[in-house]
């Protein structure tokens, strides 16, 4: 039992996509190590939609979701910063801040994030109430081999982590859509309904590798199990 423990928390390679279902990635501690890697064959994306669960008591600034290419390490970036209590957005390495979200600590938290190439506008969602669409970045798609963690934010293409921007908490129900999602299937995705999974990335059918101490668990909602 002890090895088999030793193994999950080191290292998990699922060659075949996993249903995780009612589970969560636990990300213990901070560190410049610890993630969990992403799988997709897709490489060009003129539309992004990211949709995620998040707990963490963390009020530094810290990584939700981290898309790079070889061209640019911030291609498709959700990033949680203490400035202002802002949630940022970057595209191809241009960022945009949304405010006015109660971002609280030790809750759970659905966050969904939108894109496309043509208007170049962006939007986030927290808990289901929409921010203003801002202007992030037009005029040409996020290209390249891409390669998406969860636990550390890429400053190269597939490392350059640091550890004062790492998450510690837990992630859960990550999607990702090579279109924007409608208002409707983001409140869906909030009320857990019958919404689309993801066409790129689908936690229902999930291809990922963990590095360091990261736990695949059953996933806690204190409010519903007691």
């Not at 891409?146 to 790492?166: C, N, P, R, V």
Request: hydrophobic content about 35%; overall charge negative; proline content about 3%.
């Amino acid at each position: 039992m002890k090895f088999f423990v030793l193994l999950v928390v080191l290292t998990v390679c699922t060659a075949t996509p996993q249903d995780l279902s009612g589970k969560m990635f636990t990300f213990p501690q901070e560190t410049n190590t610890a993630h969990v890697k992403l799988n997709t064959s897709m490489e060009d994306f003129g539309a992004v939609s990211v949709c995620l669960r998040s707990f963490t008591d963390l009020s530094r600034n810290h990584i939700l979701f981290s898309l790079a290419t070889p061209s640019s390490a911030n291609d498709f970036l959700i990033f949680k910063s203490s400035k202002d209590n802002q949630i940022e957005m970057y595209v191809k390495n241009t960022n945009a801040g949304f405010r006015g979200q109660e971002y609280k600590l030790n809750t759970w938290h659905s966050v969904c994030s939108t894109w496309e190439a043509t208007s170049g506008l962006g939007q986030l969602w927290l808990d289901g109430k929409p921010t203003s669409r801002k202007f992030i970045k037009s005029g040409s798609n996020i290209r390249g081999p891409t390669i998406i963690t969860l636990g550390q934010e890429q400053d190269s293409h597939g490392g350059g982590f640091d550890a004062q921007q790492s998450f510690v908490g837990m992630i859960s129900d990550v999607h990702m859509w090579d279109y924007v999602l409608s208002p409707c299937e983001i409140q869906r995705f909030l009320d857990e309904l019958n919404f689309t999974p993801g066409n790129v990335l689908n936690w229902r059918a999930l291809q990922f590798q963990t590095e360091g101490r990261v736990l695949l668990e059953n996933k806690h909602f204190v409010e519903n199990n007691c």
